[in-house]
């Protein structure tokens, strides 16, 4: 049975930091892609950033760009999400997903997700 569990969210204040782990067990974590979503109240959830499964391509949404880093160590089976100068705009539920295509079917694991609350 595959589980994806987020971790680390919390309380913090504007320009503080916090880093979320996502661990994922019953896959194979190194052939799967990484991927981080957040939605806040009232809005959809959007890709944050993403990374590919041995590490060497990493995209983000440019709101985060200079200030949340994506890594994953594979050998640990959990990926990272490190986010530096948090902003009120970060505030949301933080999701996990595990992702890989072969033949052009696609297969995806979320976590639960993990609240994350940037506020003075």
């Known amino acids: 049975q595959v589980q994806v569990v987020e971790s680390g969210g919390g309380l913090v204040q504007p320009g503080g930091s916090l880093r979320l782990s996502c661990a994922a067990s019953g896959l194979t974590f190194s052939i799967y892609a990484n991927a981080w979503y957040r939605q806040a109240p009232g809005k959809e959830r959007e890709l944050v950033a993403n990374?590919?499964?041995?590490?060497?391509?990493?995209n983000y949404v440019d709101s985060v760009k200079g200030r949340f880093t994506i890594s994953r160590d594979n050998a640990k089976n959990t990926a990272y999400l490190q986010m530096n100068n948090l902003k009120p705009e970060d505030t949301g539920v933080y999701f996990c997903k595990m992702s890989r295509m072969i033949a052009g079917t696609v297969t995806e694991y979320w976590g639960q997700g993990t609240q994350v609350t940037v506020s003075s």
């Open positions: 990374i590919n499964s041995l590490g060497g391509s990493r």
